[in-house]
T-cell receptor, first 117, second 117 residues
Framework: DTGVSQNPRHKITKRGQNVTFRCDPI?????LYWYRQTLGQGPEFLTY????????KSRLLSDRFSAERPKGSFSTLEIQRTEQGDSAMYLC???????????????FGPGTRLTVL | AQSVAQPEDQVNVAEGNPLTVKCTYS??????LFWYVQYPNRGLQFLLK??????LVKGSYGFEAEFNKSQTSFHLKKPSALVSDSALYFC???????????????FGKGTSLLVTP
């Protein structure tokens, strides 16, 4: 068990550019979440996948954001036409839904810190 | 609706003294409660969770938390603080009746713990 990994760890981009982040969950974890964390705040839910299906998106996820999990393993989060307000830490978490709903522990990756200039 | 509050932005404690980080919650059903710790520029590390059963939950690194249903609280405690415990601590909740967002975690804004030598 190597834990959840995320790449890159840091990304600096200019406003208007597109960026893509990758998350590799713990193997065999069927559920994957993306969260966003801004300075002084706790993480906020963006979207989640059950295997390869994206089942829900938060209202925080504007049309410029898109996420995929093509084979039910790794996931990517793309932000198009970045804005300064997108600057944040983007966290990925995974879990396996072996228990009853809501009781499973989510394990987080180290995050990708995005800075939009 | 589910929510969690961490009333203290910062907690200061001397090494060797007991520490408490406060958390209160609001849910419609039964609460599933979690504590995570975040070190600078790192992701969240799971400490412990309460699902059901014994109100006193023991977790990693000597931490424990006490679930109090009447006070809707889940305070994090440690009998003897270490300088290395200095970090950001997040309380999170899920509502057993709310399966929206795939049981995504709802986080507090965090409490910064500073343990001084």
């Amino acid at each position: 068990d190597t834990g959840v990994s995320q790449n890159p760890r840091h990304k600096i981009t200019k406003r208007g550019q597109n960026v893509t982040f990758r998350c590799d969950p713990i193997s065999e974890h069927n559920r994957l979440y993306w969260y966003r964390q801004t300075l002084g705040q706790g993480p906020e839910f963006l979207t989640y996948f059950q295997n390869e299906a994206q089942l829900e998106k938060s209202r925080l996820l504007s049309d410029r954001f898109s996420a995929e999990r093509p084979k039910g393993s790794f996931s990517t989060l793309e932000i198009q036409r970045t804005e300064q307000g997108d600057s944040a830490m983007y966290l990925c978490a995974s879990t396996t839904t072996s228990g009853s709903g809501g009781t499973d522990t989510q394990y987080f990756g180290p995050g990708t810190r995005l800075t939009v200039l | 609706a589910q929510s969690v509050a961490q009333p203290e932005d910062q907690v200061n404690v001397a090494e060797g003294n007991p520490l408490t980080v406060k958390c209160t919650y609001s849910v419609s059903g039964n609460p599933y409660l979690f504590w995570y710790v975040q070190y600078p520029n790192r992701g969240l590390q799971f400490l412990l969770k309460y699902i059901t059963g014994d109100n006193l939950v023991k977790g990693s690194y000597g931490f424990e938390a006490e679930f109090n249903k009447s006070q809707t609280s889940f305070h994090l405690k440690k009998p003897s603080a270490l300088v290395s415990d200095s970090a950001l601590y997040f309380c999170a909740v899920r509502d057993s009746l709310n399966s929206n967002s795939g049981y995504a975690l709802n986080f507090g804004k965090g409490t910064s713990l500073l343990v001084t030598p």
